[in-house]
């Protein structure tokens, strides 16, 4: 391997520390700007509208598709058991412990993370960032941290939302339409469902997703090339990027919450 090899192998590793080590202390500034966007209750009330109204709609319509398809393909594999009366409790555990978290943070990732990092990501082309700092106003603070909580807050909120439509979805499918048992899809789930540990730990699921979701679309942002090929770039790679930690995360926690 020639020296020239070695020095591109050099410089890529270092770029790639100087990254992580920036984003693991932009992570750690974020947190403690906490009480600083809890006074600026406007900033923070304005990006929970953006995040969570607008992303409100693909996950209340997808949650009750997939809903419609758990539904579906429960009841026939329940059907050949002869125990279609828990379909409702099948329903309801697939989505509050693994779909609703997953499936609700990569629509979140596709939908909110996307247009975080676009919107950052021009404000550095258009040298938004950079007036701010001129101006003695620090965009992190300003600009970063109230989109970060935000993200936070929404989608444990977005989660339950998922998971709550879907659960009628497979009501509307199970019971009206293949003539499952009312009583029986609600009262299976009512026994088999528990708060603290189905429930709340679809919550922690929701609030770790947010964090890694809005984090990295943030990041991407904050660090894309100032020109239009890099805001694309950066977009592309807080999809990919997103996702992956999700999924990743996803196995982490379930092994923690369920595992023995």
């Known amino acids: 391997m020639t020296q020239k090899a070695l020095s591109q192998i050099g410089l890529s590793v270092r770029l790639w520390l100087a990254s992580l080590g920036f984003g693991a202390r932009l992570l750690l500034r974020l947190f403690a700007l906490l009480p600083t966007v809890l006074r600026r209750y406007a900033l ?3 990006q929970i509208h953006f995040l969570g109204n607008y992303s409100l709609a693909i996950i209340g319509v997808s949650g009750l598709f997939v809903g419609f398809v ?5 009841y026939y594999i329940l059907n050949q058991f002869g125990s279609t009366e828990v379909l409702g409790l099948l ?4 989505l509050i412990r693994e779909l609703g978290p997953v499936i609700g943070a990569l629509l ?3 939908r909110a993370g996307t247009s975080l990092t676009a919107e950052i990501g021009l ?4 040298e938004q960032l950079s007036a701010m700092e001129m101006m003695a106003v620090d965009p992190i603070a300003r600009i970063l941290a109230p989109r970060f909580w935000a993200g936070v807050i929404v989608l444990p909120v977005l989660v339950m939302v998922f ?3 879907g659960i009628l979805g497979g009501w509307l ?4 339409l293949l003539g499952v048992d009312g009583a029986a899809y609600w009262g299976q789930m009512q026994n088999g469902v528990d708060v603290w540990a189905d429930v709340g730990n679809s919550l922690v699921k929701g609030l770790v997703f947010g964090v890694a979701v809005t984090f990295i679309a943030l990041l991407q942002g904050y660090l894309a090339t100032p020109t239009p090929e890099g805001v694309a770039r ?3 790679r807080t999809v990919v990027m997103a996702s992956l930690a999700v999924l990743g995360l996803d196995f982490v926690l379930t092994a923690l919450m369920f595992g023995v």
């Open 44 to 46: 923070l009330r304005d």
């Open 108 to 110: 979140f990732a596709g």
């Open 70 to 74: 758990l539904a579906l393909q429960g």
């Open 163 to 165: 998971s709550a439509v």
């Open 173 to 176: 499918v199970g019971v009206p």
């Open 234 to 236: 950066a977009t592309t």
């Open 123 to 126: 404000m550095k082309a258009g």
């Open 91 to 94: 329903v309801a555990l697939s």
